[in-house]
């Protein structure tokens, strides 16, 4: 059994509170991501679970086995760092069969597990070179083969291709993903790359100031954020924020804002009459508005950025700037006037005050 469960889990230093009163329950092979902006805790609570960092209050358990008082090597995870912590010295074979030979495993299992591994990985022709010698997605595929070898009860990634370049990074994204479709071991993995989440996790968790956000998997948070923060940080371009008014208009709703008046029917949103929201909406949902379309958003495009098959329009509209991302056969020239609308059902609306979503449950 490998499932992990965090129970009212505290850490802090001195006064300072880190992890607050966090609870979640990982399922067994699941592949679960820990994200979130530079010092929310997820690096703190992943530590935590491995041992490497002692936990002030509640209960961390693996496999149903209570863990906070058990040292790393008797939890049964393997850690991959994000600096690899290969030894230079040694070579890729010896880096990787360290572990085993100081648990005294017989050589010729060493041998023949180490061959597994390095097979597995794509590792068979460096096993006489030393660290040096490999390029850094090499470097970090050791570093992953050595985890691997201890075979695991629980695989904890700390960022592990924070050092790479973009190339390497989606190349290694997609080995670390078939790896976890190979062993099915639970996984839990830190990134602050929203990217890395999307497409690795079955589900992420959200973390903000040592608090959990959102828990879901990424097709839950992208489509349906519990919040302003959540729908903030996930998704690329970032979401337009434009605050409104809303008000009764026969069967539907109005949505004053950004120098315009939105009608939508609004029956998936708890909506009163005169309260201040926030309309959320992602660049790519933003299409092109025929002339004689009402209810847009538009304005002066003051800048473009060309992305290939898509660009991204910036204008502003009623002093708010608002960003669409277009086909690039759309794209207009700078300066010309643009005029955008939007269906419905991909529109997000936020209490003004507290940020949390009006969408219905």
Same mark, same amino acid.
């Given at each position: 059994?490998?499932?992990? =469960?965090?129970?009212?889990?505290?850490?802090? /230093?001195?006064?300072?509170?880190?992890?607050?009163?966090?609870?979640?329950?990982?399922?067994?092979?699941?592949?679960?991501?820990?994200?979130?902006?530079?010092?929310?805790?997820?690096?703190?609570?992943?530590?935590?679970?491995?041992?490497?960092?002692?936990?002030?209050?509640?209960?961390? #358990?693996?496999?149903?086995?209570?863990?906070?008082?058990?040292?790393?090597?008797?939890?049964?995870?393997?850690?991959?760092?994000?600096?690899?912590?290969?030894?230079?010295?040694?070579?890729?074979?010896?880096?990787?069969?360290?572990?085993?030979?100081?648990?005294?495993?017989?050589?010729?299992?060493?041998? $023949?597990?180490?061959?597994?591994?390095?097979?597995?990985?794509?590792?068979?022709?460096?096993?006489?070179?030393?660290?040096?010698?490999? #390029?850094?997605?090499?470097?970090?595929?050791?570093?992953?083969?050595?985890?691997?070898?201890?075979?695991?009860?629980?695989?904890?990634?700390?960022?592990?291709?924070? &050092?790479?370049?973009? $190339?390497?990074? &989606?190349?290694?994204?997609?080995?670390?993903?078939?790896?976890?479709?190979?062993?099915? =071991?639970?996984?839990? /993995?830190?990134?602050?790359?929203?990217?890395?989440?999307?497409?690795?996790?079955?589900?992420?968790?959200?973390?903000?100031?040592?608090?959990?956000?959102?828990?879901?998997?990424?097709? @839950?948070?992208?489509?349906?954020?519990? &919040?302003?923060?959540?729908?903030?940080?996930?998704? =690329?371009?970032?979401?337009?924020?434009?605050?409104?008014?809303?008000?009764?208009?026969?069967?539907?709703? =109005?949505?004053?804002?950004?120098?315009?008046?939105?009608?939508?029917?609004?029956?998936?949103?708890?909506?009163?009459?005169?309260?201040?929201?926030?309309?959320?909406?992602?660049?790519?949902?933003? $299409?092109?508005?025929?002339?004689?379309?009402?209810?847009?958003?538009?304005?002066?495009?003051?800048?473009?950025?060309?992305?290939? &098959?898509?660009?991204?329009?910036?204008?502003?509209?009623?002093?708010? @700037?608002?960003?669409?991302?277009?086909?690039?056969?759309?794209?207009?020239?700078?300066?010309?006037?643009?005029?955008?609308?939007?269906?419905?059902?991909?529109?997000?609306?936020?209490?003004?005050? #507290?940020?949390?979503?009006?969408?219905?449950?």
């Amino acid at each position: 059994m490998s499932a992990i =469960t965090c129970s009212h889990v505290d850490k802090a /230093y001195g006064a300072t509170s880190v992890i607050r009163d966090l609870n979640l329950s990982i399922e067994e092979h699941e592949f679960v991501v820990f994200l979130g902006p530079s010092g929310c805790g997820k690096s703190t609570l992943l530590r935590m679970l491995a041992g490497l960092e002692d936990i002030s209050g509640g209960e961390v #358990s693996i496999g149903g086995k209570v863990v906070n008082d058990l040292d790393p090597g008797d939890r049964g995870i393997a850690m991959v760092f994000q600096n690899y912590a290969l030894y230079p010295h040694m070579t890729i074979f010896d880096n990787i069969a360290f572990g085993l030979r100081r648990q005294k495993v017989p050589a010729a299992e060493i041998r $023949k597990r180490v061959e597994a591994v390095s097979r597995t990985l794509g590792l068979e022709p460096y096993l006489g070179r030393k660290p040096a010698e490999l #390029s850094g997605g090499q470097q970090q595929r050791v570093a992953i083969a050595r985890a691997m070898i201890k075979t695991p009860k629980v695989f904890l990634f700390d960022e592990p291709l924070s &050092n790479l370049d973009a $190339k390497l990074r &989606n190349h290694m994204r997609v080995e670390i993903a078939r790896l976890h479709q190979s062993l099915k =071991t639970t996984t839990v /993995y830190v990134t602050h790359d929203q990217l890395e989440a999307m497409t690795l996790a079955d589900r992420i968790v959200l973390l903000k100031e040592g608090v959990i956000e959102q828990v879901g998997s990424p097709a @839950e948070i992208y489509r349906r954020p519990g &919040n302003m923060f959540v729908a903030g940080f996930i998704g =690329t371009p970032n979401m337009n924020f434009i605050e409104v008014t809303v008000g009764r208009s026969g069967n539907g709703w =109005t949505l004053t804002g950004a120098g315009t008046v939105l009608s939508i029917g609004g029956s998936a949103f708890h909506l009163q009459h005169g309260d201040r929201a926030v309309l959320g909406i992602r660049p790519p949902d933003l $299409k092109t508005a025929d002339a004689g379309t009402a209810g847009i958003l538009q304005g002066t495009a003051d800048l473009i950025e060309f992305h290939g &098959n898509d660009a991204l329009v910036t204008f502003a509209s009623g002093g708010k @700037e608002i960003s669409a991302l277009v086909p690039a056969r759309e794209c207009p020239v700078l300066h010309a006037p643009v005029r955008y609308t939007f269906e419905e059902d991909s529109i997000h609306l936020f209490d003004a005050t #507290s940020g949390a979503s009006l969408r219905k449950q």
